[in-house]
T-cell receptor
Framework: GNSVTQMEGPVTLSEEAFLTINCTYT??????LFWYVQYPGEGLQLLLK?????DKGSNKGFEATYRKETTSFHLEKGSVQVSDSAVYFC????????????FGSGTRLLVRP | SQTIHQWPATLVQPVGSPLSLECTVE??????LYWYRQAAGRGLQLLFY??????ISSEVPQNLSASRPQDRQFILSSKKLLLSDSGFYLC??????????FGPGTRLTVT
């Protein structure tokens, strides 16, 4: 079946460090891929998306490229800030009758000043 | 623009008591609606989803139920809460597309 695997957290970085959060997927077809962010005590916010191979999603300095050959959608940011501390979820969507998103388990990011 | 509301924001209920959480969406018609639960420090678990009024699909058998009495209203209920029902409950909507948009959540503590 379809699934998403994210790297275990927490990821702890110093401010201005480079961030990579790994995400790989398994899907029987061509999914759309997403990153969501959840700040403490809040709901999830859509951060970025990519709908086909080689697409690059970007928002707020974060980027992720849809790599079909490696079935990956790694999240990157060149210089993290304390305000980026949150939980990040990778998700995939297959166009079938259920309209369901399949989420990874989430990766907590902690950025220290 | 579309907005999604959830209430209450927080709730403390004793074991065995009933539950009713409400979610409403504004600014769109005939959305798909979803209920998720997030246990402390854990990922998201899809509980129910609905593609139309009165149409509910259950993902996980449990003592919770969902109803959609109106197009943009989604209710999560229980007749008797268990300790294991504690968690952060999130409602989300989508409009026939992949992106889902989440509400602010309800934090439920069962004591």
């Amino acid at each position: 079946g379809n699934s998403v695997t994210q790297m275990e957290g927490p990821v702890t970085l110093s401010e201005e460090a480079f961030l990579t959060i790994n995400c790989t997927y398994t899907a029987t077809g061509y999914p759309s891929l997403f990153w969501y962010v959840q700040y403490p005590g809040e709901g999830l916010q859509l951060l970025l998306k990519a709908t086909k191979a080689d697409d690059k999603g970007s928002n707020k300095g974060f980027e992720a490229t849809y790599r079909k050959e490696t079935t990956s959608f790694h999240l990157e940011k060149g210089s993290v800030q304390v305000s980026d501390s949150a939980v990040y979820f990778c998700a995939l969507f297959m166009m079938d009758s259920s309209y369901k998103l399949i989420f990874g388990s989430g990766t907590r990011l902690l950025v220290r000043p | 623009s579309q907005t999604i509301h959830q209430w209450p924001a927080t709730l403390v209920q004793p074991v065995g008591s009933p539950l009713s959480l409400e979610c409403t969406v504004e600014g769109t018609s005939n959305p798909n609606l979803y209920w998720y639960r997030q246990a402390a420090g854990r990922g998201l678990q899809l509980l129910f989803y609905s593609v139309g009024i009165g149409q509910i699909s259950s993902e996980v058998p449990q003592n919770l139920s969902a109803s959609r009495p109106q197009d943009r209203q989604f209710i999560l209920s229980s007749k008797k809460l268990l300790l294991s029902d504690s968690g952060f409950y999130l409602c989300a909507w989508s409009w026939r597309g992949a992106e889902q948009y989440f509400g602010p959540g309800t934090r439920l503590t069962v004591t």
